[in-house]
């Protein structure tokens, strides 16, 4: 990933075609997490509309003046106690000279070290109620759902939702411990499974611990590869193929208890630490 | 790609996970061409209200009663000429028991054989009057541009324009004859460019006439092959890695005339019957 | 793979650049296994030197008449049992008009279906005594060894040995229940890591059982994965990259006991079959 | 690459699994061209067996004391008059610390950056005489050829020779300008098609001319992309997927004017520059 800018004791970093100033905001801390996230409306209306929608539900925490990179925010809690934040202006990356990329529709340029990494795609969270979350993000925040996890009990697992051609922009399953408000991983989308497969090696060569992949899930079908950075959130760089949500009016998907056992695509076992480790520990 | 049906003198064909029932149909002809180009509406009442702003342009030609595989349709003519339609209702695929997928949340079975196209993913025109069809098809069909070509001259010689967060939908280009109504190519997307390259060996090995690619675009990126089926029309296959439009508010690139005097991506220059060669012959 | 002949209750096959009339001969059995592995010497004098070298040794067999695709053959015992053979005339492969390949410098046309092996790379078996194994591949039959597992007792573990560039024709490891001759696995490579993803796609959808992979060895880093056939046998479909033993003096690599508990290049858990599945079942 | 010794106005380069301390020694000059290539003997007795042999054709210079990294050579000219020498006594590279890989069994940390060449392929020169390089390089250098260009009139028009498994250590076409011991290319590996394209996009982005490709060759089957380095010498990066001579009795594919004349494997037409540039210019 690529710095562009800093404040206070936070970096901010984008990936080489994230077109926004910034996708991920670090800030030194004590204990490993998520501060927020953070969605872009379609527009200042969609923004105000939408958060008009949040404010009734009591889940609101009202407007904030922004951020670098970005302008105003509407800041609210899920029900699960995740810190979200909605906003619409935000700063169009604009590569410095020595960044300009040589074909000029994309954002910068093409990086010849590290992962590659070309986007933010997508975020997962745990949840002490996934259903509830599922509702939230659904009826209020205005997501689809593409696929979830129903267990043989009836109760809701794991839940993954869209607001675009992706097949998911989120995702969340069910806290081990109970928990409430956690965080499990951040995903950066590279453009080939190659890719993928070359990051495990510079992974390997920099020490960085591998929990699991390189794989294909069986939910979503993206290929994947599982690290924890040094603070100890986990991280994903996976690539989804040509696979879209393209149907304006695409069904659910539902895993079933005794489908998920059967493990990844191709026969990996989910490993047992991707059920429990989350952050910040519990 | 896999066959779903038959009717008369037409076969209905579909990648590996185009969700709908095809999306292709040929229909035996002694000239090479588009028939015609459908497009779904995100809902009924999207498709009432778009079928209502194209009867007022003039451009209309009326509801069909649908064909094999969708309902109705609202037929009309772009000002160029070509045939198009749109339609709501459509049939979800259902596989066959021997073509069912080991993961649910596919299509129909990944295929052992051919050149794996996964879905649909775009189409070419040629067009005698590029801003003029740009115009309808932004003002009045109501697409985004997010590319274009612009000649030094002011005149506007290509546009690429998406519905969705893939880059694009559809493409146009002028036609080198000044002709109407011309079809130029039709795309389907591969989940890699190794399966670009793969789709290549079979086309030499099958006697396909590669037309130029594997190569990567300048505009819009896409790693291409493009090759003409055995009555002339030109079909590309293609991976856009994990390039996607997610701004809402995206500005179209605007690439010059000495621009794109330097061809593609890594500089293979622009075959000359890319330019000309279009279906029907002139 | 394709067949390219029958025997009585044998079938005869190679991957689409095998250069012979095939590198794998199935015949019908009750029980699981490798019958032989036959290696072919580099002239027909190197085939009587070698002959009369393992004769001297006491483990062999004498000579057969050969069989369908190539000639007589010397036939010996390793010291473990397993039944090997040299040959030096040879069949080679001649593709009927149907498969012949567009490009004439490689054997037969490009497939455009199934996992698409493109040759046979080389041969795992167990033995009782892994050291004893390699002193005779190497000291009688000519191999030179590249890599090697050697216990904190100094017992050894693995041996990977070559009479190529590749960085082995031939591997060993201990087998789990110290049972004599029995086979491993034979491995197919593919030309690159996609080949071998698309491979599990394929396996996926026809039920055929994956045990491990794909993911990426430590030793020899192939990246590999493994799939067991209808009747038991494990096969491997892999690729090296552009991995080759270019020095002619390459000293072995000796992986330790701790080394090896760390699993896979990219930690995959080595899995527990892989230690004791071999056929024939003890 | 990476550094691995500077002497005088030369710098040692290597790629990160080259075995020895160095593939590639670059030394200052007002024009571009091979100062020499030097091949390695399979061991000592071979090194002054093939000098002894060589010296007997007037074409051998003599002892040198050897290099940065490598001992004393035998050098001599071809009929052509390329500068060659022949060696046995080589320093294996030793990774510094910080350069130390993961994985005992590769020689370097794999590199982060750059385009990740792996290691020294071949080298391909150019020759007034065809014939009569191919003959001096088969009978008293001792490589075998694996592909040849043979014209409509008898005359060859290039040869692809080797000492290894690997396809070709060597490759030479007829100069354009009937000029004497040119340079045209060297080659370094990298493990897939897919880096192949991503060193084309590092190239584009880095100002680097990319001549021709990626494309696959119809000769040797290599997906190939030649750029010219600042000083004007081309040089390759390519991948052979599986593809190595194993047969021990492998006969030389001969391709026809006619053949040639169809291009690449894909159809890409040979360019100009490829039969003309070469170094140092005429």
């Known amino acids: 990933m690529t710095e562009s800018g800093r404040r206070g004791d936070s970096v901010y970093l984008r990936g080489w075609d994230d077109y926004e100033h910034h996708t991920l905001k670090l ?17 200042p209306e969609a923004l105000e509309r939408r958060a008009a929608i949040i404010e009734k ?21 899920t029900p699960d106690g995740h810190n979200m934040e909605i906003y619409y202006e935000t700063e169009w990356y604009k590569a410095p000279p020595e960044l300009k990329p040589s074909l000029k529709n994309q954002a910068m340029r093409f990086p010849a070290r590290g992962a590659n990494v070309r986007r933010l795609d997508h975020l997962n969270l745990l949840a002490s109620d996934v259903g509830e979350l ?38 969340f399953t069910a806290d081990h411990y109970g928990a ?14 190659e890719e993928v497969l070359r990051a495990a090696d510079i992974f390997l060569e920099n020490g960085v611990y591998i929990e699991t992949g390189p794989h294909k899930h069986a939910v979503q079908q993206t290929f994947f590869l599982y690290v924890y950075e040094p603070g100890g959130n986990r991280v994903e760089v996976a ?3 040509a696979r879209l949500v393209l149907a304006p009016d695409w069904k659910p998907i539902t895993w079933t208890e005794e489908e998920r056992k059967k493990g990844q695509a191709w026969g990996l076992k989910t490993i047992e630490s991707f059920h429990t480790h989350g952050t910040p520990p519990v």
């Open 27 to 43: 800030t030194a801390s004590k204990v490993a997490g998520m501060g927020h996230v953070a969605y872009r409306a379609t527009s």
């Open 134 to 171: 599922r509702r939230f993000l659904g009826e209020v925040v205005g997501m689809r759902e593409t696929e979830q996890i129903i267990l043989d009990n009836g109760q809701e697992a794991g839940a993954w939702m869209t607001v675009t051609n992706k097949t998911y922009d989120i995702a």
């Open 180 to 193: 409430h408000g956690r965080f499990h991983h951040i995903t950066y989308a590279v453009d080939s499974k």
């Open 57 to 77: 539900t009591g889940h609101g925490k009202g407007w904030t003046d922004g951020d670098l990179g970005h302008g105003r925010t509407y800041a609210f809690n």
């Open 239 to 241: 690539n989804a193929g």
